[in-house]
């Protein structure tokens, strides 16, 4: 069984990170798409409304699982003794970032766990959950962004909080 991890914040879920998932669901027999609980970083969701709302917008796909994790993620990995972690590339800027975690967690895993990088679709290229809660947080339109369901999750956040986006 070829199982693969799709680790991020997910803050909150777009659809350029569903593309990729829709994707890499296609090459695995197993994808989990797992939220870091980041403590360092202050959401717009919670680790828990983020994991709800990645089942949703994921309910029709079987073989994609949502979990969350907390620390390294080679460590998450070994724990469920995966290999492979994906990861979207939009543009040039992601890769010198994405490279370096790539190269670290393969290094640190001693070659335990490789990254395979998925292209994300020109028309989702510009896309990135910063910016969606950007534009949501000023009453901007996301709904070629997010689901409807995200998008109407983002402007109750957002009711009293105009201008705030957060990370
Ligand atoms: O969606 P993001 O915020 O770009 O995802 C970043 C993520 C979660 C993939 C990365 O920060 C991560 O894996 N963090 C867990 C901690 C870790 O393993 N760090 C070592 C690699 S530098």
């Known amino acids: 069984m070829k199982r693969a991890v799709y680790p991020g914040s997910f803050d909150p879920v777009t659809y350029g990170h569903l593309d990729v998932i829709k994707r890499a669901s296609d090459m695995f027999d197993i994808l989990i798409v797992s939220v870091l609980n ?3 970083k202050s959401p717009l969701f919670s680790v828990e409304e983020r994991v709800k709302i990645l089942r ?3 309910k029709d796909i079987p073989n994609v699982e949502v979990d ?13 003794n995966i290999h492979v972690a994906v990861r979207g590339l939009r543009a040039i800027t992601d890769f010198e970032y994405e490279l370096q975690i790539a190269q670290t967690n393969r290094k640190l895993s001693r070659g335990g766990l490789d990254t395979v990088f998925l292209t994300t679709s020109l028309e989702y290229a510009y ?3 910063s910016s969606v809660k950007e534009i949501a947080s000023f009453g901007g339109d996301i709904s070629e962004c997010v689901p409807d369901f995200v998008a109407k999750l983002m402007k109750e956040k957002y009711g009293n909080r105009s201008g705030v986006y957060g990370q």
């Open 38 to 40: 980041n403590k360092m």
């Open 56 to 58: 949703e917008a994921t």
């Open 68 to 80: 969350s994790f907390t620390g390294l993620l080679i460590n998450y990995a070994a724990e469920k």
């Open 127 to 129: 896309l990135s959950s």
